[in-house]
């Protein structure tokens, strides 16, 4: 009974206004569905794609479809609730491991470009929601902003990070992995992640204004 | 002589593929009909909005349309060059006048968040580029993050900032201001952008890690 009633967030089952599949074998065929519509909305983009390339690539009966999804717009929709919650179960498990928060926003930074790089139709995908599905668009940034929002406030209260983290942080450091993600994740990978997080949490540590110990460390190398 | 050559980086003679205006009449003409493409790109998108509306809402013939682009593709690039430019010039004499890079950052994000409340449209511009014309797009973002790396690179030089501040740094603030003008300038104005611009300066000047000197004024407080 418990079992039955067990869900994890990014769970199919829970996707926007589609239709819950009951069955293992259902669960693969949704899942096979949001897959192929990521690869034909993100080459294609949403007018372009049909529900026929999505199931043709999917490898399932047009039926099927029907079966999970009333429409091109609903699994569009579902699609960019999965590619949100996708994003969030990658680098949740790195952000929860991590000592302290910077080691935390470090971590998720970096998890974050190398699921990007493995699934670059994200952005087209997520950035096309702006027009074609404004409510997803609007919901994923607020639900992403929110979720590090109250992560920082928790580290605040823990003593890790300073009082004052508010939603502006949040927002902020959204802000910066996104267009990070852009250009060394979709553009180019010219940096590892490993090295960009490190950067940027060189930043969030201690802020990028010049202190007396780096001056101290330049008269010494000089 | 020199006084025909002289041109504003934001002079729309030099906009993109568009035919340069000779006379100030051309030029007011040339500036009406981006005005106008602002407002019809914004409202309705690049797919609904049509050369005639523009040009109605302009107050301008068809013909003198043709006198500066061929089509709406080159209209709607010399928009998203013209609006790319608009920003940059409202945001630049804040940082240029501002005691140091830290100052100029903030005054940088302040003005730009006042700049997005009076242009909601340019997210809306900017962001369809990537369909629509992507190489556009792309240009924005690059010229944006690499003009942010400059000026960090320069007060570095002058031992302002890290010695360290890179590529990386420019996108990550561009990033924020980006994400930070969407949710505070379009979506709401539920904070002032003086209030934004300083909790960021604040950030970028000692981070978010607690300090030793937090930890004793909590103590102090409690």
Chains 1, 2 share one sequence.
Request: hydrophobic fraction near 40%; charge should be negative.
């Amino acid at each position: 009974m418990a079992k039955a009633q067990e869900t994890t967030p990014s769970d199919p089952a829970v996707i926007g206004d589609s239709k819950a599949p009951r069955t293992e074998r259902g669960r693969r065929t949704m899942r096979a569905i949001l897959d192929a519509a990521a690869i034909e909305f993100g080459d294609n983009g949403f007018h372009q794609a049909s529900i026929s390339d999505i199931t043709r690539r999917a490898g399932v009966a047009l039926g099927s479809f029907y079966t999970y999804f009333d429409s091109k717009d609903a699994v569009f929709r579902a699609l960019v609730r999965d590619m949100s919650d996708q994003v969030r179960d990658h680098v949740a498990p790195a952000i929860l491991s991590a000592p302290d928060q910077i080691a935390a926003e470090q971590a998720g930074l970096r998890e974050f470009i190398r699921f990007v790089r493995d699934h670059k139709e994200i952005y087209r995908i997520i950035d096309e929601a702006e027009f074609v599905d404004p409510e997803s668009f609007r919901l994923h940034y607020a639900t992403t902003a929110d979720r590090i929002t109250r992560r920082l406030r928790k580290a605040a209260d823990r003593g890790e990070v300073k009082g004052d983290v508010s939603e502006v942080h949040g927002w902020a450091i959204m802000g910066m992995n996104v267009f990070l993600g852009l250009r060394y994740g979709v553009w180019s990978e010219d940096e590892t992640p490993d090295e960009i997080a490190k950067v940027v949490a060189k930043m969030l540590k201690e802020g990028i204004l010049r202190s007396p110990d780096d001056r101290a460390m330049s008269e010494v190398k000089t």
